[in-house]
DNA sequence: TGGCAACCGGGGCGAGCGTTCCGTATAGTA
DNA sequence: TACTATACGGAACGCTCGCCCCGGTTGCCA
């Protein structure tokens, strides 16, 4: 296909424009914001867009693929961290700030205008496996039920992404505690 | 403005069909389904549909606000429930469901390319009334948590309609008991 | 510095969708 | 049955958006 051949100095200063406008329009607007806004915003071309990104999906891709990278290495640094209940929550508690501050991105995990699965199973994959990771472990030490999957898990992300999307991030503090305390698991009946 | 002079018989007739269709053809697609669409599947052109909702929004309107009174009257009914609790959690898990089963119901709820609070004021009101009700009645027989207010319990029901949708409404058993746990009061810290 | 390949900009195309218009058909009435 | 207000269908319009193309420009190397 195509031999890699190194970009000339302009495409690749416009390139990397484009990519950091993409992130910043899809963060604060979501997925649909049309690409002759980006190019707009970038003081470049539509043409120039194509010529880097064949797509739009391509666009999304590198851009999201990028931000759920992002989120591994969190979950694999709080992996490292003592307490398995401070490590689980943490992670829970950033993934949905994370929703609240990149729409793109809660657009993207919650599976609306772009399809992670499809486009980057090993992503996908790494993200469920980092879950899984600080899941089992705050199971084991007994601070979060332990009926719950990695899957489950990331759908309650999905849904207080929702929330935070829906009512504004301020004030959603009682609701997020209601699913936090929701993962604890019963405390033993009153004897 | 217009003196409402009776339909004729035939368009009496299409007018029901419209609105029978955008039922059925909101809930399962949601409200992105365009008018011709809607108009085909009734057999009508799509000058007809227009003829009846000025704007494809009025045909919304016409819709949510009649499943908004389907959902008010669920409210009311249940809290004649004896049980405090019953009443709350029922219809707690009657909303969620009917988001599950409902798609453009809950896109709206969610202010998803439809604002009810602007197109009707009164319905929007009233549900939170029907909230409000069964939340304070719950809330005084302690079984559910007292920091919450009845426009965080309609942010919990539109997130737990978004997990409906992510994830199908199979096995989405423990998830929801995730976010009916965690209503609940803190029981009493160990003696 | 000259020449060529790589790259750029932005106008244009086609598809989808909300909305309107108008020639035609029909329900209701005398 | 004949007449008219009323309603119908669906072609057409304007707009948005993803994507392509071509005439002009510019970085790079000899």
Redesign the pocket.
């Known amino acids: 296909m195509s031999g890699d ?1 190194p ?9 990397e424009r484009v990519l950091a406008v993409a992130y910043e329009v899809f963060a604060a607007e979501g997925l ?6 980006i ?1 707009r915003r970038a ?6 867009v ?3 990104f ?4 391509a666009l999304y891709e590198a851009i999201v693929l990028d931000r759920v990278d992002r989120l591994v290495g969190r979950a694999r640094d709080l992996a490292a961290v003592a307490d398995p209940a401070e490590a689980f929550y943490g992670f829970f508690t950033f993934m949905t700030d994370e929703g609240a501050t990149d729409k793109g991105l809660a657009e993207a995990l919650a599976g609306a205008g772009f399809d992670i699965e499809t486009a980057a199973p090993g992503a996908e994959r790494a993200f469920m496996d980092a879950i899984a990771t600080l899941l089992a472990r705050a199971q084991a030490a007994g601070v979060v039920r332990a009926d719950l999957t990695a899957a489950d898990v990331k759908t309650l992300m999905v849904g207080c992404q929702a929330m935070q999307r829906y009512r504004g991030a301020a004030a959603l503090g009682p609701v997020l505690a209601v699913v936090r305390d929701g993962l604890r698991p019963d405390r033993p009946a009153e004897p």
Chains 1, 2 share one sequence.
């Open positions: 051949r970009l000339r100095a302009d495409a690749r200063r416009n390139r649909s914001v049309p690409v002759d806004e190019a003081g470049v071309g539509a043409g120039t194509y010529r880097h064949p797509t739009k999906e």
